[in-house]
């Protein structure tokens, strides 16, 4: 059974800092790009990164760049976004994603906020 | 960056409707586009990939065309169990959605 399972969301203040991360199993997770997605609170889905099946190359949307990075290990089959300088405007619930199998973990929330 | 247009953002519809939903890309993307369903409370699932290709398990009322800037996504006849939000996705270049369709009932 395919399972992405995402954890490390909380509450954190503006200006700090979290990690997330996501346990996959049921599929060859060094075959596959992987990608964070977010949704704010009542609103739509934003695509946040991505990350080659080595970790070679990464791409971030613009409003993280520089404050967000995608990683991986292989051999833990495990994703990761280190996440500083939070803002409010990142409050969201934060899925796992392995798009070409159209995989979603269940999401972890993260809310800034003093 | 890529930006999606997507329209309409919500529409009223009953069952047995044919409904329509655009996609418009701000560049030339080939057929690098997916048709995501989301309901309240769930992650999103997608219904066609590759622009027109359907997802396997998806209901062939859902069908997907288009390739470049514009993209479309109809459902035939609307069940009950397709009220729902529908986005577009990118992958040609990063990733982008697009703002979402609500459809609701009439």
């Known amino acids: 059974e395919v399972q992405l399972v995402e954890s490390g969301g909380g509450l954190v203040q503006p200006g700090g800092s979290l990690r997330l991360s996501c346990a996959a199993s049921g599929f060859t997770f060094s075959s596959y790009w992987m990608h964070w997605v977010r949704q704010a609170p009542g609103k739509g889905l934003e695509w946040v990164a991505n990350i080659k099946q080595d970790g070679t190359a990464k791409y971030h949307v613009d409003s993280v760049k520089g404050r967000f990075t995608i990683s991986r290990d292989n051999a833990k089959n495990s994703l990761y976004l280190q996440m500083n300088n939070l803002r409010a405007e990142d409050t969201a619930v934060y899925y796992c994603?392995?798009?070409?199998?159209?995989?979603w973990g269940q999401g972890t929330l993260v809310t800034v906020s003093s | 960056d890529i930006q999606m247009t997507q329209s309409p953002s919500s529409l009223s519809a009953s069952v047995g409707d044919r409904v329509t939903i655009t996609c418009r890309a701000s560049q030339g993307i080939r057929n690098d586009l997916g048709w995501y369903q989301q309901k309240p409370g769930k992650a999103p699932k997608r219904l066609i990939y590759?622009?027109?290709s359907l997802q396997s398990g998806v209901p062939s009322r859902f069908s997907g065309s288009g390739s470049g800037t514009e993209f479309t996504l109809t459902i035939s006849s609307l069940q009950p169990e397709d009220f729902a939000t529908y986005y577009c996705?990118?992958?040609?270049?990063?990733?982008?959605f697009g703002q979402g369709t609500k459809v609701e009932v009439k």
């Open positions: 996705l990118q992958h040609n270049s990063r990733g982008t």
């Open positions: 994603v392995n798009r070409d199998l159209d995989y």
């Open positions: 590759a622009a027109s």
